[in-house]
């Protein structure tokens, strides 16, 4: 499993930096790279020698930094198999620096850390919801408040649209895991029915033994998030896994925000997107 963690060094981004080596702790030859972007401006009166020796000496001084904050952040609590590197890159765009980063290193999973996001926020955008909308490559949202558990227990939120493709890489994730899984849908209406019986029989074969449906009654009166909010109080998973469409119009993404990057501000533990 390889996995890029982004931190800009607060408190805050440390939650990504555990959930990661918890992560990377399931799986043998794993591999950890912490990144993080600078935006360092050359000044028009210096030479593209004098600036490059300027940048490299910055992103010498960075990665110790980096180092060090890691260290003590995880300490002794990072299986010392788990190969680790470290990332400092000069951007202008950190989002889709992030990106490019993790398409070039090959990694499995971008792991970030949020906050909880007032509406102002939101409509600003953050790197979080930006990943999670744009990134080929799933992300980990961790929560900065999370209280990680061992990821024993793992909820994957469906529409059941697309159950055995999706479940497919629940399965792949599982394997590292061991979780006990569990199938969370939100039924609509009765005609469902079928649905929920194509589910069944996907769920009857091997590839998926162990893995339980549960199908809870839809409250048109509370949104998806909320849903979700009270599934984790009162049943308390310790990883969400879900898959986020991207094929909305312009102005439905103006005013219709992806309920996936909505999630990842909302819930108390870390959740897991991938792209449909």
């Given at each position: 499993?390889?996995?890029?963690?982004?931190?800009?060094?607060?408190?805050?981004s440390?939650?990504?930096?555990?959930?990661?080596?918890?992560?990377?702790n399931?799986?043998?030859?794993?591999?950890i790279?912490?990144?993080?972007?600078?935006?360092?401006?050359?000044?028009?009166?210096?030479?593209?020698?004098?600036?490059?020796?300027?940048?490299?000496?910055?992103?010498?001084r960075?990665?110790?930094?980096?180092?060090?904050?890691v260290?003590?952040?995880?300490?002794?609590?990072?299986?010392?198999?788990?190969?680790?590197?470290?990332l400092?890159e000069?951007?202008?765009?950190?989002?889709?620096?992030?990106?490019d980063?993790?398409?070039?290193?090959?990694?499995?999973?971008?792991?970030?850390?949020?906050?909880?996001?007032?509406?102002?926020?939101?409509?600003?955008?953050?790197?979080?919801?930006?990943?999670?909308?744009?990134?080929?490559?799933?992300?980990c949202?961790?929560?900065?408040?999370?209280?990680?558990?061992?990821?024993?227990?793992?909820?994957?939120?469906?529409?059941?649209?697309?159950?055995?493709?999706?479940?497919?890489?629940?399965?792949?994730l599982?394997?590292?895991?061991?979780?006990?899984?569990e199938?969370?849908?939100?039924?609509?209406?009765?005609?469902?029915?079928f649905?929920?019986?194509?589910?069944?029989?996907?769920?009857?074969?091997?590839?998926?033994?162990?893995?339980?449906l549960?199908?809870?009654?839809?409250?048109?009166?509370?949104?998806?998030?909320?849903?979700?909010?009270?599934?984790?109080?009162?049943?308390?998973?310790?990883?969400?896994?879900?898959?986020?469409?991207?094929?909305?119009?312009?102005f439905?993404?103006?005013?219709?925000?992806?309920?996936?990057?909505?999630?990842?501000?909302?819930?108390?533990?870390?959740?897991?997107?991938?792209?449909?």
């Amino acid at each position: 499993m390889k996995l890029l963690v982004t931190t800009d060094f607060s408190s805050n981004s440390k939650s990504a930096i555990k959930f990661a080596s918890l992560l990377a702790n399931k799986e043998a030859g794993s591999e950890i790279t912490f990144y993080h972007a600078v935006q360092v401006m050359k000044p028009t009166s210096w030479s593209d020698g004098h600036f490059k020796k300027y940048l490299d000496t910055e992103i010498k001084r960075i990665t110790s930094e980096l180092q060090a904050f890691v260290g003590k952040t995880i300490a002794k609590h990072l299986d010392k198999k788990v190969k680790v590197k470290y990332l400092i890159e000069n951007s202008l765009s950190t989002e889709k620096a992030i990106i490019d980063a993790a398409k070039k290193n090959k990694v499995n999973f971008i792991c970030i850390a949020t906050k909880g996001a007032g509406i102002l926020r939101k409509l600003m955008g953050t790197h979080t919801e930006y990943l999670v909308n744009n990134s080929p490559i799933p992300v980990c949202a961790v929560p900065s408040d999370a209280k990680l558990k061992d990821l024993t227990k793992l909820t994957y939120l469906s529409d059941l649209e697309n159950i055995k493709k999706e479940m497919t890489q629940v399965v792949k994730l599982n394997n590292a895991l061991r979780a006990s899984v569990e199938i969370l849908h939100f039924s609509m209406v009765d005609l469902e029915k079928f649905e929920l019986d194509k589910a069944a029989k996907v769920l009857a074969t091997d590839l998926f033994a162990g893995a339980r449906l549960t199908v809870e009654e839809n409250n048109i009166n509370l949104s998806l998030v909320e849903k979700v909010d009270r599934y984790v109080r009162d049943n308390k998973p310790h990883l969400i896994v879900m898959f986020t469409k991207r094929n909305k119009g312009f102005f439905e993404s103006l005013f219709l925000p992806s309920k996936s990057a909505e999630l990842t501000f909302t819930t108390k533990v870390p959740v897991i997107v991938y792209p449909k």
